[in-house]
């Protein structure tokens, strides 16, 4: 799944209300080579007469390869993202086996889908999703003071838990809306259109959700 999701920085202390422009460069970089090399690759490999799954297959292993990378050089990693990656080759072998084209291109769609409505039902627990993505930032950033401030804030400001809660709703929908459009497009599109198609919709929709995190956070000192 192409997909990443998180908060920033929020204090106690007044924080920063711009982020640095080497992170936002940093960030498109990653969604550069998370959705454009692969959709590159893989209409590269269909001109060579690749079939749709092969070339799926081939092209969805760049971002893959990314991955056991980042894993390799800073040796992190997590419930979520394993769960996400064993998804995500399972999906594969699956469509492998199958020598389902459509059901490779959906897949992605059903990963989103259960990733948005696990965070939904994080509601109906003490701690929503953005509690525990806004802890595990602010322990990266500033070990384990800053996970212990986050929580603090968090047991003592209505405002603060009434943010987090609404990110995780707006996130939550937005990822089950994805995955309701991404697999109706995988099954009804001639099968060509299917990569591009779903990577421009999931890149205005990623798009979204992070100017809107961006904007939210800020305003309301939400920030790791």
């Given amino acids: 799944m192409r997909t990443t999701v998180s908060t920033r920085n ?91 084209a459509r059901f490779f291109f959906a897949k992605d769609g059903w990963i989103t889908g259960m990733f948005g409505g696990w965070m939904l039902i994080t509601l109906f627990f003490r701690q929503p999703f953005f509690l525990h993505a806004g802890m595990s930032i602010a322990r990266t950033k500033k070990g384990e003071r800053g996970a212990s401030e986050w929580e603090t804030r968090w047991k003592n400001e209505p405002q603060m838990r009434h943010g987090l809660r609404l990110l995780t709703v707006v996130f939550g929908v937005a990822l089950v809306l994805d995955a309701v459009i991404r697999v109706t497009l995988a099954y009804t599109l001639p099968i060509d259109q299917i990569n591009l198609v779903t990577t421009v919709q999931w890149f205005v929709i990623l798009g979204g959700l992070l100017s809107f995190m961006a904007y939210y956070t800020r305003k309301h000192n939400l920030r790791a």
């Fill in 10 to 100: 929020a204090q106690v202390a007044p924080v920063a209300t711009h982020e640095p422009r080497s992170s936002r460069l940093a960030l498109l970089a990653s969604a550069a080579f998370d959705l454009v090399v692969p959709l590159a690759a893989y209409y590269l490999l269909r001109q060579h007469g690749a079939s749709p799954l092969t070339a799926g297959v081939i092209s969805g292993i760049v971002p893959a390869l990314r991955t056991v990378y980042v894993f390799l050089r800073y040796r992190k990693t997590d419930a979520l993202g394993l769960f996400m990656v064993s998804m995500m080759v399972v999906g594969t072998v699956i469509s492998v086996i199958s020598g389902n």
